[in-house]
């Protein structure tokens, strides 16, 4: 069963830069996943930020940027600000329209 | 305004049954894969299922393959989810999600999501 893994939490300054990852069990992700990106904070519907690896979602603001580093698909917040303190999970397309999400990652900002 | 509103959800006993709803407005429904996502509470997200745009597809994860059924009624803008024997695990917020892409669902991403309908399997 593919699994796909991100970090459990992580912290950044404000006005920091930080870089979550998502990666496979097995395997490197590319493109050819389709890695999409998803905001949630507490009690609200989780948010698009990134799909297909780079696009930013209509309203995302530009320090939020998606991108392919080594075998693993990034999600990098440049500038950190406090309302960017919430939980991010990423997406990847298996393929014959299955998709799963990695377990999340609990972002802070102190 | 693109809208999506969950509604069905209830308290159903263990192996029981039920349909989940929703309606969407603000965008031209049949042009896009509708999905399902549902998320326990304190927990992550799983992605449940999907429907193509012209009801093709579907696709189920393998948590409820042979138990759900995803269906769409482009005349009333509203997808379904059909649940059949219920378990504890399938306890959780279920929302509606419009996917990214015009017409394919290959690749396919979540664009807007609904608020969500709590499913509670309990006896």
């Known amino acids: 069963q593919t699994v796909v893994t991100q970090e459990p939490s992580f912290s950044v300054s404000p006005g920091g830069t930080v870089t979550l990852t998502c990666a496979l069990s097995?395997?490197?992700?590319?493109?050819?996943?389709?890695p999409s990106w998803y905001q949630q904070t507490p009690g609200q519907a989780p948010r698009t930020l990134i799909y297909?690896?780079?696009e930013r979602s209509s309203g995302v603001p530009g320090r939020f940027s998606g991108s392919i580093l080594g075998n693993k698909a990034a999600l990098t917040i440049t500038g950190a600000q406090a309302d960017d303190e919430s939980d991010y999970y990423c997406?990847?397309?298996?393929?014959?329209?299955?998709?799963?999400f990695g377990g999340g990652t609990k972002l802070t900002v102190l | 305004e693109v809208q999506l509103v969950e509604s069905g959800g209830m308290v159903v006993q263990p192996g029981g049954s039920l349909r989940l709803s929703c309606a969407a407005s603000?965008?031209?429904?049949?042009?896009?894969?509708m999905h399902w996502v549902r998320q326990v509470p304190g927990k992550g997200l799983e992605w449940v299922a999907l429907?193509?745009?012209?009801?093709?597809?579907?696709s189920y994860a393998d948590s409820v393959k042979g138990r759900f059924t995803v269906s769409r009624d482009n005349s009333k803008n509203t997808v379904y989810l059909e649940m059949i024997s219920v378990r504890s695990e399938d306890t959780a917020l279920y929302y509606c999600?419009?996917?990214?892409?015009?017409?394919?669902?290959?690749?396919?991403?979540?664009?807007?999501w609904g608020q969500g309908t709590m499913v509670s399997v309990s006896s």
């Open positions: 297909n690896t780079d």
């Open positions: 429907i193509s745009w012209d009801g093709g597809g579907p």
């Open positions: 603000g965008f031209t429904f049949d042009d896009y894969t």
């Open positions: 997406v990847l397309y298996m393929g014959s329209g299955i998709s799963v």
């Open positions: 999600v419009k996917g990214v892409l015009i017409g394919s669902f290959h690749g396919d991403a979540f664009d807007i």
């Open positions: 097995s395997g490197s992700v590319s493109s050819s996943y389709y």
